[in-house]
Structures are given as C-alpha cells and as structure tokens.
C-alpha cells in the first residue's frame, strides 16, 4: 500500500523554521520512500522526516535530502509501531524568490497476523523504531 504526499515550500523557508505536513498511518513497515524534487530546485530545497519528535530519515539528524530533476529512492525497511503513528515530512528552501513543491510517496507494509508469522521465521525481523518512552 502507498502513501502520497506532497510539500509546497515557501520562498525563505528556513531550517529551523521548516514547512511541514503530516502523514497518519497505522502500524506498519515501511517497505520505500521516494522524494521527487523538480527541475528548479537545485539544491536549495532540503527535506527530512520525523517520528514523535525525531529525525529518522536522513538517519544523520543534522541531515536533509536534496536535489533537482530527480527522486531520491531508499528503503529503510523500518517498523513504526507505537502510537500516534503519525509520520512528519518537513523541508526548507534556500530560494529566495521561488516556493517549490516536493512529492513523497510511501510503500508500507502493514503488520501483524498469519503471514508476518512465517516472514520472520523465514527471514528474520526487521529494524523496530519504538517512541521515545521505551
């Protein structure tokens, strides 16, 4: 199943101050991640995602994706399973004249029953991301 989304960012949007959308999903594994940045953002728009208040992809927490022309592609192959499960996606952009949108798409795999079962016993389990209470 995917998710989409997409961020249109402001002219000037700053880091530390980044535009933000939320994604609400629920308990799942995250299978890929796209980002697609257009032609015209040359590296001055940055985008980054956050689980309850954390920096989870880049991994680098003082990281951003960057680009233009094209889509960033990774597959983190992480469960989100503590609630609220609610994905963060923010970004900033260096233009000062122009906003830019970017478009997230998101694979995910939802867990629990027969099948996860025999996955794991087959190939073992994945990456857990637990909230920060754990």
């Not at 991640?33 to 680098?60: A, D, H, K, M």
């Not at 592609?73 to 989100?80: D, K, R, T």
């Not at 923010?90 to 998101?106: F, G, L, P, Q, S």
Request: charged letters at 20%; hydrophobic letters at 40%; one cysteine or more.
């Amino acid at each position: 199943m995917s998710y989409s989304k997409q961020l249109e960012i402001p002219a000037s949007t700053l880091k530390t101050a980044p535009a933000s959308i939320d994604i609400e999903i629920p308990p799942t594994l995250v299978d890929r991640v796209e980002i697609t940045f257009p032609s015209g953002c040359v590296g001055l728009v940055g985008v980054r995602f956050q689980f309850q208040g954390r920096v989870i992809w880049p991994y680098n927490p003082d990281g951003w994706f960057r680009g233009n022309g094209q889509t960033v592609i990774f597959s983190p192959n992480i469960e989100l399973v503590d609630q609220p499960n609610t994905l963060t996606i923010e970004a900033y952009n260096d233009d000062d004249t122009y906003k830019h949108t970017v478009y997230v798409i998101i694979d995910v795999e939802f867990k629990g029953g027969f099948l996860d079962f025999w996955k794991s016993v087959f190939f073992g389990s994945s990456t857990r991301i637990n909230s920060l209470a754990s």
